[in-house]
Nanobody, 123 residues
Framework: QVQLVESGGGLVQAGGSLRLSCAGSGRTLSSYAMGWFRQAPGKEREFVAAITSNAISTWYEDSVKGRFTISRDNVKKTVYLQMNSLKPDDTAVYYC????????????????WGQGTQVIVSS
C-alpha cells in the first residue's frame, strides 16, 4: 500500500511559478515511478509528468515541456513539480500518482493516487 499527499497549490498570476510537493509513504514506494496528473473542470484527467524510481529518467506532456520540471528525493520520499511560466490553461487540480510502468501516461496505468491540490492561474 502506498499513500500520497500533495501540497503547494494555490493562486498565482500568469507568468508566475509554483512548486508542488507529493510526500509518499509505504514500503514499496521506492519501486514506483512517480508522476503528476491534472484535471480542469469539465475535462478529463491528463498526464503532466513522471519520473522513474531511480530519478534518472523523466517524461512530460508536450504542453508543459520547458516550463515544468519534475524531480524526486528518495530519502524524503517526495516528488516535486516545479511549474514556471504558468498560464491560465494550467489551472486544475493536480494529482500525484505512482506506476510500475516506465513511460506510462494513461491514468489506468497508475496504481495509487493522492487527493489533489488546487492550482489557479489568474490572467
Amino acid at each position: 500500500q502506498v499513500q500520497l499527499v500533495e501540497s503547494g497549490g494555490g493562486l498565482v498570476q500568469a507568468g508566475g511559478s509554483l512548486r508542488l510537493s507529493c510526500a509518499g509513504s509505504g514500503r514499496t514506494l521506492s519501486s514506483y515511478a512517480m508522476g503528476w496528473f491534472r484535471q480542469a473542470p469539465g475535462k478529463e484527467r491528463e498526464f503532466v509528468a513522471a519520473i522513474t524510481s531511480n530519478a534518472i529518467s523523466t517524461w512530460y506532456e508536450d504542453s508543459v515541456k520547458g516550463r515544468f520540471t519534475i524531480s524526486r528525493d528518495n530519502v524524503k520520499k517526495t516528488v516535486y513539480l516545479q511549474m514556471n511560466s504558468l498560464k491560465p490553461d494550467d489551472t486544475a487540480v493536480y494529482y500525484c500518482a505512482v506506476t510500475l510502468h516506465y513511460g506510462a501516461r494513461a491514468p489506468g496505468a497508475f496504481d495509487y493516487w493522492g487527493q489533489g491540490t488546487q492550482v489557479i492561474v489568474s490572467s
